[in-house]
């Protein structure tokens, strides 16, 4: 139980967040690039990966984009702002919006004019619940390939997190910048990111840490409270958190995630914390989703 509990430890983030630093400024420097681009979300982990890049780079060299589309939470543009403000950088907004109606992707959802937030809010929990069915996991269901309804939804969200990085890697390469990466160790174990979108990038400098362990080093780095303890969610269906796709708070996921990545047996992994349940749930997480988590 302690060498899990030991692996999910941040015992120095100082230590921890200079290391990070370094690594972002050997890539840029052995890369021959002028500096990085993100972009912020309004979340804990892109707001943690702006702080650090500007403590490597310094303001002039790092690029924050804030990319919204029709569906986008006001509450995240606030948020992104604030991120923003609080390093003392300017940031770009640029709409994806009329790239997403070009394609059709505003066609495999109900049409959202002039219906309130609220209300849309309410019928995507409906229908994740509809989807949820007997095995309580809408996200698992989706790594398997559902039904029509989950490949719609599939092909909703993935194509707005695809043109997200599109329009990221556009403005690196006008500035010969590299694109920094946002996905944490959790997401990228269950397949909680979109291959050749959010994980997409040229470093991933945090794609180590587990969730939990994001969570105390943007503490340590001062990211606002509020970031630090809202919800994370990817914004890109109303109403959806990224514990409610998983089915899974992040303290259990992690601690069985890191057993599993240390061997651990099923009672060490359950002595930790967590129930045979959510142990067998997460085991078959990795499992479905290690086909997007290799290049081809």
Known sequence: MSAIFERLAVPNPGLLADELVGEIIKAVENGKKSGCVLGNSGGIDSALMAAIAIRALGKER???????ERDTNKQSQEDARLVAEKLGMPMQEVKITPILRKVGVYRLEPPAF??????????????????RGQDGSVHLKMQHGGDIDSQRHLAFSNAKNRVRMTVLYKHA??????VLGTCNRSEKMTGLFVKHGDGACDLAPIDHLYKTQVFELARHMGVPSEIVEKKPTGDLIPGITDEGVLGIKYAQLDIALAGLELGCSDEEIVAAGVTQSELDYTKALVEASEFTRHCP
């Open 62 to 68: 790092v690029r924050l984009f804030f990319l919204p």
């Open 114 to 131: 002039l219906i309130p937030r609220s209300v849309r809010e309410r019928h995507v929990l409906a229908m994740q619940e509809e989807l």
């Open 173 to 178: 390469e006008l500035t010969n910048s590299l």
